[in-house]
Every structure is written in C-alpha cells, then in structure tokens.
C-alpha cells in the first residue's frame, strides 16, 4: 500500500486529481539551473578541467594583447630606435601563446559540446521517457506537436548556454577578478569609481532579468502552439480536405507564426536593451575614468603613463562585464526552455507504477472485482458510478450500453489506463494499483477502437505485442485468427508497410491488425473495446470464434454494439448513465423488459 | 528500417556551399531590404563608432588630458570636453547595435515566419500521396528547426556587413600608410578564405546528417506519443524509450561531430588575424630599422590590426552558419518545390439539388508507403510518388454510377477498397486512370473549393479540431447557432452536448480526447449535416454508435435529406435497406450490383457477409439446442 498517488492524494480524490503538464514557471532561475544541472550530470562531468584549460586560454588572450603593447612601447618605440631583437622575442613569445590559446580552446570547445550534447540528450531521454509515465488523462491536456516540443526544441533552446555561456560566465567571472586586483594595485581610487559605474548596472540587468525570463518564456510557449497548429494541419489532412477548410486552418497557423514572430522579437529587443546597458556602462565608464584620471594626474596623484595604462585595464574589466549581459540573455532563453523540460519532469504521474514494493502476480486464469468504483473526469460530473462487478475467471463478458454510457471508462479502469475516483479494482484479489506494470501488462490488454499503428511493417506492427516472437509465431497467430486469407491479398504480405499512423491500411484493417497484435501477446485477460467496429461482418464472426477458440483458457472482456457479441458472451453487463443496470446471461436478460430487451430488439429489427 | 538507419542525402562539398550561402543570404536580404538596409546602416553606425572610440581617446588624450598635466591644472570645461566627446561616440555606438541588432533580429523572425506560412500552405495544398511519404515529425521539424537553421544566419550577417565597411576604412588607411605592411597584413583574408573552405569541406555532410536526425527525433517523439494508449497498453514504455535513445543518441553524436568540426575552425580563425598583427609588427620593426618608416606608422597600423581582430570574428560565425543555413534552406525548398499538388480548373458546381455523382472506369493505387522521402536529398521530390509493388491496385476500373437523389449503400469485405472509392468520389486523391464527375461535370475542371461546398465525406476514422463543439461543427464557416443544433440534434448529440459544460462553447480538446468514439463521430456527422450537402458521404460513420441511435440518425437523414444524394458504406443490414441501390465490392472491383434482394438472390460474397451475424445466431442456437438435453 505505497504508491506514489496515494501518498499524495487522499483516496477519494485519486482520479479525479488527474495532473496537467506544468511549465514550472514557479521555480526561480537558480532553482531551475539546480534542477537542470541535477537531470544532466554530465553537464557538470569533468567540468574542472574543462575550466582549467579555459582559463589557460584566457589568460593567452589577455597575454596577447599586452605583448603586443610591450613590443610597441618597449620595442619600436624604444628610446634610441626600435629594439629590433626585443620585438622578435615578443613576437615569438605572442605567437607560441597563441598556439597554446588555441588547443586549449579546441580542447574546451571539444570538452564543451561533449558534456553539452551528452547532457541533453539525457535530459530528452528523460522528459521523454516521463511523458510515457503521465497518464492518458495527463497526456491529454497538451497537444501532441506540443509534447514533441519539449523533448525537441526546449531542448534546443539549453544548448547555446550550456555550450558556451556557461563556461564563459565562469571565464568572464575570473577575469573581473584579476582585472579588479589590477586596478586595485594601479589605483583605489579610480578602481572604486569603476565599481561606482558598475552599481547601475547591475541594478538594471537584475530589473531586466524577470522580463528577459517572461520573454523567453512566451517565446517557448508559442513555438509549442506554433507546433501543436502545423501539426493539426498535418494530422488533419484528409478532414482539411474533405471539407475545403484549408483557408481557416491556414488562418490559425499564420496567427501561431506571427504570434511567434511578435513574441521572438519582443524578446529580442529586451535582450538588445540589457546588452546596450552593458555597452553604456564600458563606454560611460571609460569616459568617468579618464576625467578623473586627468583630475587625478594634474594633482600628480598618478602620470599621465599610468592613467593611460589603467584605461587598458578598465577595458580588460568591462568586456568580460559586457559579455556576461550577453551571457545572461542566453541564460534567460535556456532557463526558458529548462522550465518547460523541468515542467514535463515534475508534473507527477498520477498513475504510476508502484514501484519496487508492486507485486508480481502469477500468469493464468484471472478474477476480476470492481469494488465501489465511481470514477470522474477532472471538473466534470461522475460517468461511473457505484460500480459493483465480479468477473469470474475463464469467462466470456460482453459489456453493453448506449454511447457515452461509460463502457469505455470501465476498460480503461480494468487495465488501469486510469485510476478510480473512488473505489477499487482488483484482479486475483489484488488492487491493481499495487501490482508491478510489467507484471500488469503482461497479464491485461487492452485493444482500443481506433489501434495505432507505427510507420513499419505488418510484421513488426503485430511484433509489438511480443517482441521476442519468431516471424513464425506470427503467421501462425494470422492463421489462427483466419486472417491469411485478408493476408493474401497483400503482395508482399507481412512485409507490406502500413504507412504512417497505418493510413495505407483501411480502418477495419487496422483493426484486424491490432487484434493479431493482442492475441500474440497472449494475456491472461484480453479487453476488447469496440475492436472489430469497422471490420466486416463474415471477417469479424471469424476473429469471434477464433478469439473464442483461444479464450477458453483466459478472460475475455468485449465492449460491442454489434450484440451478436452479447448473445455468445457468459456474461452480458448492461451499462446505462454510468450505472450498472442488468448484469446476466443473455438469455436471462433478453426477456426481463428492461434496458438490455430495448437494445436487443432494435438490433434484431436491423438484422431482421 | 528504423529512421536512424535511412540513408541521409548528401550534398556535394564546397566550394558550391559558400556560393549556395551567398544565394540563401541574397534571397533573405531581397526580401528583407527594408529592414536589412536598417540593420546595415546600425551597423555602419557602429563600424564607425568602434574605430571612433579608438580615434576620440586620443584626440581627448592630446588635446585635453595631456595638455592639463603638463599644466598641472585642469578646466571644467576641458573635463567637460573630454567626457561630451567620448559620451558622443558611446551614443553613436549604442544607437548603432540597437538598430543592428533589433532591425537585423526582425529581419530573420520576418523570414522565419514567411517561410513557416510558405511551408505551412504547401502542407495544406498538397496532395495526401505526398502526406503519407512525408511523417508528420519530420514536415514539424521543417516548419520549425529547418526554418530556424535556414535564417539564423541573419544574427551575425549585419554585423559582419559592418566589419567588412570597418576593414574598408582601415585597410584605406593603412594603404596611406604603408602599402607594404598593408599587403602583409592582407595576407591575412586569403588564410580565412582557405580556412574557412576547409571548414565548409567538412561541415557540411555533418551538419546535413545532423539536420536530418533532429527530424527523425521529432519523428519518433511525434509518432511515439501519438500511440501514447497503446505504448501504455501494451507496457511498452521501456522499448518505446530505448527507440527513441537511439535517435537521440545518434543526434548526439551527430552535433558532437560538427562540435568537433566547428570546435577546430574558430581558434583557427581567431589565431589568423592576431598572426597578421605578429607579421605587421615584425615586418615593420625591420622597416623601421631600415628607415623606410617610422615607428609611428608601424604603432598606428598594429593597432589598427589589434580594433579589427576581435570584430573580424563576426565573419567567422557567418560563414560557420552557412552551411546550416544551406541545409535548412535545401530542405524547406525541397518542400517549397515539391510538385504533384492537384490541378483546379475554372468550372463551377451547381448548389441547389440533389448532385449525381459519376465514377467512370477509375483505378487507384497507393503510392508504397515504404518508399519515404528525405527532405533536401538529392533526388527530385517527385520522385517520391513512384508507386511501389507492395499493394495490389485498390481500385480497378471501377464504374460507380449514384443518381440524383438516391442512396447507395457500398458494401464488401474489410480492406475491398470502399474507402478509396469515396474519396475518389469526392476528390480527395484522383484517380490514376478514369474520371469523376458530379452532375456531369469533370471534377478535374473545377476551381478549388467546389467540391467541398457540394459534397461532404463523414470519414470512418474522425478527426476533432482543438476547438470548441460550435467551431468544429461549422469549421468557421458563418452560421447561427440554431443551425448548429439543428445539425446536432439529426446527429443525435444535441443530448450529450448540452450536458457538456459550456455546451456548443466546451473545448474538446486535441483529438477529442475525452469523448466516446461514438461520440465523436455524432459531432461529425452534424460537421457534415449543418453543411447541407447535395452529396453526403458516410465512411461507416457510424461505426461507434449504438444501433438504436444509428436507426434514429439514418431516420432523421431521411427526412431532412430532401434535396441530398447519399453515398455511405455500410455493414450493418438496416444502413443498407436504406438504400436504394447496393454496390458489392470485393478487392478493389465491382463484384455486383442492384437491389438487396437481387444481391442476396445472386451473389454469394454478399450474402455470407450480409447474413454473417444471423447465421452465427443461427448456429449458437442450434449449438445450444443439441448441448441442452446434455446438461
């Protein structure tokens, strides 16, 4: 009795306390950096040395430069003509550093992009891999293009940072250090009027940071609109077409993009804003210095040497103070990307595996017992209710109703698609939500009306159900279920791809495939939800008797208008408004005048 | 095949890449002039600024700083003089990358969005054959990171526009100072040239895979979540994240790779200028002692080496954006230039009566769903419409004749081929042979946008909008809500509707996640019912409803479809008593046709399936019967 969603909702709100996915605006900056570090460790892998060699290399930038300001000082405009050996050895001394500068920068860039595309691509494999966690119900509150997002561009959009930025605000760190120490030593004075200029500044970026993050935050909400439209466009196709509504879902995407387009440059701007205040500040402070440096030298507190020395020095300090605005920019935009990431993560999966204490249970015949179950749709009104069932093991139930009666909602409670509300289901006597999925899984499938098939073959399609089966085992579950004689009309059989989605296979096809893929998997109890709606009659009187053939020794659960299914069935339970209301053999119930009479007559009027 | 392991077009190395660069850039700046001609003027702005800086430091240092301590006093005014001037120079700076860098950013989001809304009608416009060679994750990915990649290069090309006019300026004034240690320092841009080639030499089949492999993540991350129910069903969680690692891991490895590749070329571009400075400075020193010049010169040409080197660096990440630029841009307009959209002509369709509908002697064939197309590969898109052997023709020579007025049921076996035949009819896809025609007229001949303002298709699979009930039974189309419950109630949703919160205003939600299957397709029966069509076509669309409620829509079509010719597919005996003419179809031909007893008379196919249910009754009962005095 400890599975996560208990622990965290009280029972009689589990369900109902379905979660939605989060973008985990909540979490502040640093928290965000301390998650996003915390899910990609091989960001922070070997990260000392990286920075170890990227302060080596910095220190051959700023080495350079001032060697080449001895040479000149010291050299060509030596006293007494220019120095020409002293020029060499700096030239010599510059050209040996910046070969040094250069493989240590190769060797961070490389370090870099390793710990960065390693890192992400953990962190896609998670957020990926929790998205298949969240319920159906979870799942169902963004849109698919959406989703896809997340694990894509969010990702994406931390590369730059961790590439980069974040080793630079370290470098950039180290170098305000020195060049403060630098100052400090030419003169306190001017040293303190720099970290005068700097106050401002600093004021500004950290006003500036909340809206960069709202910015790019927006930024990463509309790419996932943007994506969830064009994918509607694509995943609507024939609907689009079939009723010349191209013009209006061409309106809805232009209204993504230009949304988009409007909020990437609105962020845009923002981050210019923060970088210009960066480039004020090196230029006001230039400015600030060498008046008081002049006011300074003319009281003869410094020479005129020194002060021109200092402005070296200022420059040293406000490029990396310049860089790191820009640094911060891209900050903000992978913080924005992170939160959607890190908001996919942390949105709990409220029906969950539970975990190492799941219990495993035994394959072969199975019981079935719904206990008190209601069941409701987060905000909405119960569509079970009370629901009391006994299925008893190796039997046949049909489960009849009208539309919307909540047949459905009972298959997807009995293979725990989703948790009761109240109440509990259990099989062999065990609350399902203690038993382990694997074990779950293997025991209880469930074939939904509309089977989705992935872009492969026949062959690996049916696969899916048991992927160690031989291509043997396969033809024989067709033969077995009567389909070879559909197979034939293949020409390449088994081998024959179905298309994205399955859409070069009709419906009724689709759906014979996703029954050979559930009869391969061989569970213990198999749930038909409206399996064989689209497939012909004679077909799906064969696929009955052969699932029948095979259903002797499992429980069979079958939703289905077509009551031929409830005249073979042990058991016919008869919904109504989410209410049981008949439960019985067919025989029994087709003469009791009650919901289950009504249905059957109408049906039988269409056979006539 | 799984994605990873498709073969990735690869483009011809380089030099053809940089002139491709040059011409994608070209293509943006036409099109941008306006705003890139800003973003170039900003960043002339700025050019002149940065060599300014270094020009107003010394003009303040000689003539205001310098004279003050030798005099040992200074002036407000002087004070004043120094700090105007170098403020000014800050402003003109500022004003510079403001304008750069917002103009030049509004530039490649403008050229964003206009390709996204170009890709995004070519998705509308072409024809599904195309769709299914194309998966979904893929044609995303094209709308956004090809897109992306393809103008990104907007970023830094302002800026590199504003090096190249400060290389002018101070190549023009070392030439004045020294037309020697000038060439010496302009030795400097061959070095980048040849650098720069061998980069693109290596980039670009990198940057091409790794292109092609961001596509396939969102391929699978696309494919893998919409079989969300299935993944969960089956337990598959585990596998399905072990398919999508190996994509991620192959992406990974791919950007590692043009990590590595980039990760050489840009401590090499940095060191060459910085070399030039080296040789300048060395050259000049012998020079010098020569006599040939003075120290001054050499002073002023190093430095004005030393303000170029790290601005010079722009046009390093240019050309490093190039070949992603070139890629991005070859697999947009790979899409941009696909063909095989349909052909419209000028004719109109009638819009009042009953429509006939004629299929003469029309075939169809599935294009081989195996052959899948990869964007920007080398050959042409049309390729990709090759049919392949894999499926049987579904349809052959297929005569279907649906008078005014009339309803004809289409009935055969799973998989016969009645789904193509509808969309044939209603022009979803043309035929490969034969033609269509409504009221005699070819549909080939009529402008877009006829068809559906005539006939309307209730398809077997149903498809819900991420909209309110109201929008996705009008589809935006302009009518009174009346109507809409007038559609919704002959559906025989007006009941659940309007227990739904908010009524014809709740959100269903992508896909129409939280309604019944048969829920779902009463919302698009009323899609199709408020449209008044003059031919309505049913796909099994009633597959998920319960008979009972199935009887009260086809009685309702019945009395409302005055002026309405009806198509359906039907499995179900009292759909196709309905009709007044039954077509039986099996692998993909008419097998017979006529009234259901003349069928039931005739043609065995039709009768075992018609008559599957009651035989199966039949039989149970007999079985029953001999088992009873067993018990």
Partial sequence: ?608 | MTAATRPVGRPAPTPAILRQGLRVIWTGIRQQRGIFAIAVVGSVLWAAATVGTAWAIGYVTEHEVTPAVEAGEFTAGGLWTIFLVLFAVLVVNMTGVVLRRVAASIAGFNLQASYRQRVTRQYLRLPLSWHHAHPSGQLLSNAHADIEAAWQVFNPLPMAIGVLVMLVIAGGQMIAVDPFLALIGFLVFPGLFAANLVFQRFMAPRITAAQQLRAEVAEVAHESFEAGMLVKAMGREQEETERFGKVTNDLRDSLIDVGRTRGVFEPVIEAIPVLGTLAVLAVGTARVSSGDLTAADVVEVAYLFSILAFPVRALGWVLAEIPRSVIGFRRVDSVLQATGSMQYGEGRLPRTGPARSLSRQVSYAYADPGERAVLGADQPEAAVEATGPQRAMAIRNVTLDVPAGTTTALVGPTGSGKSTLTNLVLRLVDPDSGSVSLDGIDLRSVRKGEVPAVGTLVAQQTFMFDDAVRDNVTLGADLPDASVWDALRTARADGFVSAMPGALDAVIGERGGNLSGGQRQRIALARAIVRKPRLLVLDDATSAVDPAIEQDILGGLRESSDGMTVLVVAYRMATIQLADHIVYLEQGQVVDQGSHDELLGRCQGYGDLVNAYAREAAERAAVAADEEPTR
């Fill in chain 1, 1 to 608: 009795m400890s599975t996560a969603t208990r622990t965290t909702a009280p029972d009689d709100e589990r369900g109902a306390a379905s979660s939605e996915i989060g973008g985990s605006h909540d979490l502040s900056t640093w928290e965000t950096l301390k998650r996003g570090f915390a899910l990609s460790p091989e960001l922070l892998k070997g990260l000392w040395v990286t920075v170890l060699l990227a302060l080596f290399a910095t220190i051959g930038k700023v080495l350079i430069p001032f060697v080449v300001q001895q040479a000149t000082d010291h050299g060509i405009l030596a006293e007494g003509g220019p120095d020409v050996g002293f020029v060499v050895t700096a030239v010599l001394i510059a050209g040996g550093a910046i070969i040094f500068t250069s493989i240590a920068q190769y060797a961070v860039n490389i370090r870099l992009f390793r710990a960065a595309e390693s890192g992400l691509a953990t962190l896609r494999l998670k957020a990926f891999r929790h998205i298949h966690d969240l319920s159906v119900l979870t799942q169902s509150t963004e849109r698919r293009g959406a989703l896809v997002a997340r694990v894509t561009n969010d990702v994406d959009t931390i590369s730059m940072f961790v590439q980069f930025g974040g080793i630079m605000l370290l470098v950039s760190t180290a170098q305000v250090l020195v060049a403060t120490i630098l100052m400090a030593v030419y003169s306190p004075i001017l040293a303190g009027v720099v970290y005068l200029c700097v106050v401002p500044l600093v004021v500004l970026i950290t006003k500036f940071q909340p809206m960069l993050a709202r910015a790019y935050g927006a930024v990463r909400v509309r790419v996932g609109d943007l994506l969830g439209a064009v994918s509607e466009s694509i995943v609507g196709a024939v609907t689009i077409r079939a009723y010349g509504v191209e013009d209006r879902t061409q309106g809805r995407i232009d209204a993504a993009i230009e949304n988009h387009r409007v909020a990437a440059i609105r962020a845009q701007i923002r981050s210019v804003m923060a970088f210009v205040s960066g480039q004020a500040f090196g230029g006001i402070t230039t400015a600030i210095v060498l008046v008081v440096g002049t006011v300074l030298a003319t009281d003869g507190r410094m020479t005129l040497g020194q002060l021109l020395a200092f402005l070296f020095l200022v420059n040293l300090f406000t490029q990396p103070v310049q860089q790191a605005t820009e640094i911060f920019n891209e900050l903000q935009n992978a913080v924005a990307g992170w939160r959607r990431v890190i908001g996919v993560i942390d949105t709990p999966a409220d029906v969950s595996d539970p975990g190492e204490g799941g219990l495993r249970l035994p394959r072969g015949p199975i019981t079935v017992d719904f206990e008190g179950v209601s069941f409701a749709y987060p905000g909405g009104d119960r569509v079970l209710q009370d629901v009391d069932l006994t299925f008893d093991p190796q039997s046949r139930i049909a489960i009849v109703g009208e539309t919307g009666s909540g047949k459905t909602t009972l298959a997807k409670l009995l293979t725990r698609l989703m948790d009761p509300s109240e109440g509990r289901v259990l099989i062999d006597g065990v609350d399902l939500r203690d038993v382990a999925f694997d074990s779950l899984r293997r025991r209880i499938i469930m074939v939904p009306q509309e089977g989705f098939l992935f872009d492969q073959s026949l062959l690996e399609n049916i696969r899916f159900g048991r992927p160690d089966a031989a291509d043997e085992d396969i033809e024989l579950a067709m033969t077995e279920l009567g389909l070879d004689a559909w197979l034939a009309t293949l020409p390449l059989g088994l081998a024959t791809q179905v298309g994205q989605r399955g859409e070069s296979l009709s419906a009724g096809e689709r759906q014979l495939v996703a029954i050979a893929r559930a009869y391969l998997a061989d569970p213990d109890l198999l749930v038909l939800d409206e399996a064989t709606s689209a497939v012909d009659p004679a077909t799906e009187v064969r696929i009955q008797r052969a699932l029948e053939g095979l259903t002797r020794g499992r429980t069979s659960v079958a939703i289905a208008h077509r009551l031929s299914t409830a005249e073979a069935a042990d058991v016919v339970v008869v919904v109504d408004k989410g209410r049981i209301v008949e439960v019985g053999h067919h025989a029994e119930l087709v003469g009791a005048g009650g919901v289950y009479t009504r249905m059957h007559a109408s049906w039988a009027a269409q056979q006539r």
